[in-house]
């Protein structure tokens, strides 16, 4: 605004207010020109209502509602439809007259009873007299949300198809160019004025916004100073400032010309809709003419800061700016990449049991297609539920981590091992072998079937692991709504992630022998193998002395049947002697870990740990950690660093989780990573029970499982960037640390 501007308003704001004070008839006080009053509308929702008298009008940018209950957060307001005015001191701007109603959403976590806000607002009237900036308090009793019993997931997901609005059969949402319209013009010879509109329901992201030059001149833009907006917590950007209504704001000129100029100013933004669906980054190009300057003034030119980004997030935004095939190719490298980690290793003796159980009937082709089946499967189920779990903000995989449903499977990995050791033969019942009896001659797809269902399971039970290349898709599907880009990035990977189990299939068909003894040598191996899945799947559930017990067992018994402590005569074949000498290192490993549990180890990757030094026992051990399992705890606890000037460190972690328990086994360990970490307060968020504070916990931070760690500074603002998904040793954590 120019200095005699803003000198004409002031002096016209006095005048206003010494009309007021002497009561001129023709203006009515602001409490009746605009009757404001508010009340609760439910457990979860406010309004806050003006009655306008005919005559007046109120600002739509100058309207505002402030919560003075700290425990309860206010959401984004729901303001109708304006008519937009040209003000003489505020430019192009909305307005409402007669009736103005705005709901607004509450979050009241606490469940307080009563909640105080402060209203905002200012208008004027036609005669051309504007108010003062007026306030006003409200004191609301809020109703009580009936108490509910624990959420049932299934539930949960069927309430999310009916909420769910992805837009594929509707067309609700406005066009870009209606939901955020740019305006630019020339204010004068050194200034230009850009102004967005921004239709109800919508907001920008103020750290999207880019303004440059789309042409080479002698004008280049100065510094721009972006208003500061509305603070709002992002699930996909986390702590962000956003736009309502509209934003308008001036950028100075460089020029190294009197001359007039045309320019072209190329915006870059990025805006959503309130309901959930965010729009891609939009560009729009205006063509100004620059006027003859009078002098040439001095600017600073803008320096647009760098922001590392963490690894989840550069995912995000190549989704967003790559070509769908690159996104499609760079996937499945990514899958080729998470292929050789834990989560998919347990996955092998499942898919070899499945091929062995086929007896001398398995061909080299059926070997393929059965693995082919149970990847598929596989991969399309990683997808669905990915997909499901971004849109609905829940981890399904975690929901299948219950106690009961993991000793079910782990039993059903037990019935299947006593039948690979001859116990009994699993079978369909004769009534239901005689109808597909006919067909199965013509379509051998019993197996596959088979095959495909323990692949759905298997990856929903066996291996819930969470990367950072998953968790950049989920946050892109959450805050885009793209499913289809999204979903197939996650198919990809997840069948590149199954890929070296179709080279096992492919290889099966030669490899396995056809029949006889060696089959069913064959098949009690793979038998062991299923324990082993079993015992390690039940690892999440029972002790740790249990597991460990029971691994030594696992160990040592099959050891004995390989002959480990027998003579074998000298005519017997190298086979045997090779055998036998696994089942030797079976016996002694099994030992170790029974001679480790016997003086209180429970690691059975470190079965002697503390025999020989006294402090061994102590350089071994991890990080001890304070645990956190809500949300107040988490605050509470980032207040108390911050006025100690500490770091936090947030680790959230499950029994189920592989990726965890590496990094406990492995970084946490690691003497250099305890002495960089000590100057942090270490807490922990287990997840394990998938409670709802659990979910309220992943879902603040916008994450779906575990292996996930956050830190936090002394401003206890988290620092995004370092974010570690999924598994990391300790030189590339420690790396990391250095670099907050």
């Known amino acids: 605004m120019p200095f005699y501007q803003l000198i004409f308003f002031i002096l016209l704001t006095a005048f206003t207010q010494q009309t007021l004070a002497l009561g001129t008839p023709d203006l009515l006080p602001p409490e009746q020109a605009f009757k404001v009053s508010a009340k609760a509308i439910s457990a979860e929702q406010i309004e806050v209502s003006w009655v306008i008298a005919d005559g007046y009008y109120l600002y739509r940018n100058k309207t505002s509602i402030i919560s003075e209950s700290d425990a309860i957060q206010l959401g984004v307001p729901d303001m109708p439809t304006g008519k937009t005015k040209h003000d003489e001191f505020f430019g192009d701007t909305v307005i409402y007259r007669n009736q103005l109603k705005i709901s607004i959403p509450i979050i009241n976590k606490t469940k307080l009873s009563a909640l105080s806000i402060q209203v905002n607002y200012q ?39 009916k909420g769910l609005k992805l837009n594929l059969f509707e067309d609700e949402l406005l066009p870009a160019e209606q939901a955020f319209q740019f305006f630019a013009s020339v204010k004068d010879a050194n200034t230009l004025h850009v102004n967005w509109l921004i239709a109800d329901g919508y907001y920008l992201y103020r750290e999207k916004i880019q303004l440059n030059l789309a042409n080479k001149t002698a004008i280049q833009l100065g510094q721009i100073t972006i208003p500061q907006g509305s603070p709002y917590h992002d699930e996909a950007f986390g702590q962000v400032q956003t736009f309502h209504n509209e934003l308008s704001f001036d950028i100075p000129l460089i020029r190294s010309e009197k001359s007039a100029q045309n320019i072209t100013l190329l915006a870059k933004y990025q805006g959503c809709a309130d309901r959930g669906v965010c729009y891609p980054p ?31 997030d550069q995912i995000f935004q190549s989704l967003q700016s790559d070509s769908f095939a690159l996104t499609l190719l760079s996937f499945f490298g990514f899958g080729l990449l998470l292929a050789f980690t834990p989560c998919i290793f347990p996955m092998i003796p499942i898919l070899s049991g499945i091929i062995v159980g086929q007896g001398e009937s398995v061909t080299t082709k059926k070997a393929f297609l059965l693995s082919f089946s149970y990847v598929l499967a596989s991969a399309l189920t990683y997808t669905a539920f990915g997909v499901l779990a971004a849109l609905f903000g829940s981890n399904l995989q975690s929901t299948f981590q219950e106690p009961w449903i993991i000793a079910v499977f782990s039993g059903i990995f037990i019935l299947l091992s006593l039948s690979m050791f001859g116990f009994y033969n699993l079978e369909l019942p004769k009534v239901i072998q005689a109808k597909l009896h006919n067909s199965s001659d013509k379509h051998r797809d019993g197996s596959y ?109 099959p050891a004995i049947y390989l002959r480990a402590i027998d003579p074998l005569p000298e005519s017997l074949s190298g086979w045997h002697k090779l055998w036998k000498g696994f089942g030797i290192i079976m016996l002694v490993y099994g ?12 690691n059975p990757l470190q079965p002697l740990r503390g025999i020989g030094s006294a402090n061994a026992d102590e350089q071994h051990q991890g990080l001890a950690f304070k645990q956190v399992s809500s949300i107040a705890e988490l605050e509470q606890i980032l207040q108390q660093a911050s006025s100690n000037q500490q770091w936090v460190m947030l680790d959230f972690y499950a029994d189920w989780c592989i990726s965890c328990k590496e990094m406990e086994a492995y970084t946490f360990t690691d003497e250099r990573v305890k002495q ?22 992943l879902q603040r931070f916008n994450l779906i499982g575990p292996p996930a760690i956050l830190f936090f500074g002394p401003d206890k603002q988290e620092r995004t960037a370092s974010r570690v998904i999924g598994y990391q040793n300790s030189e590339t954590f420690l790396a990391n640390i250095n670099n907050l």
């Not at 504007?130 to 306030?135: D, E, G, V």
């Not at 560009?283 to 963490?310: D, G, M």
């Not at 030992?591 to 429970?602: D, F, H, K, P, T």
């Open 676 to 697: 960089q970490l000590s100057r942090f307060i270490l807490i922990q968020a287990d997840v394990t029970k998938n409670a709802s504070d659990d979910k309220a916990l």
């Open 282 to 312: 939009m560009e729009s190009k205006i063509e100004l003419n620059i006027p003859e300057a009078q002098q040439l003034l001095p600017a600073t030119k803008a320096t647009p800061p760098t922001t590392k980004l963490s690894e989840q």
């Open 123 to 161: 208008g004027c009237a036609d005669i051309g007299i504007c108010y003062p900036p007026q306030k006003t308090s409200f004191t609301l009793d809020l109703p009580q949300l009936p108490s509910n019993s624990k959420a049932d997931p299934i539930k949960q997901l069927v309430n999310g198809f």
């Open 449 to 557: 079937l088979g095959a495909g269902i323990m692949g759905s399971l298997s990856s929903l039970i066996v291996g819930p692991c969470v990367a950072a290349p998953l968790a950049g898709a989920l946050i892109y599907i959450g805050q885009t709504g793209d499913v289809i880009l999204g979903g197939s990035a996650l198919f990809v990977m997840g069948f590149a992630m199954g890929s070296p189990l179709l080279l096992l299939g492919a290889s099966a068909g030669k490899l396995l022998p056809k029949a006889g003894h060696w089959l069913n040598s064959t098949k009690a191996i793979f038998g062991v193998l299923m324990l082993a899945v079993s015992l390690w799947m039940l690892d999440r559930i029972l002790p740790a002395h249990v597991t460990m017990l029971l691994a030594a067992a696992l160990l040592i018994i």
């Open 591 to 602: 030992i170790l870990l029974l001679i480790g549990l016997s003086i209180g180890n429970s």
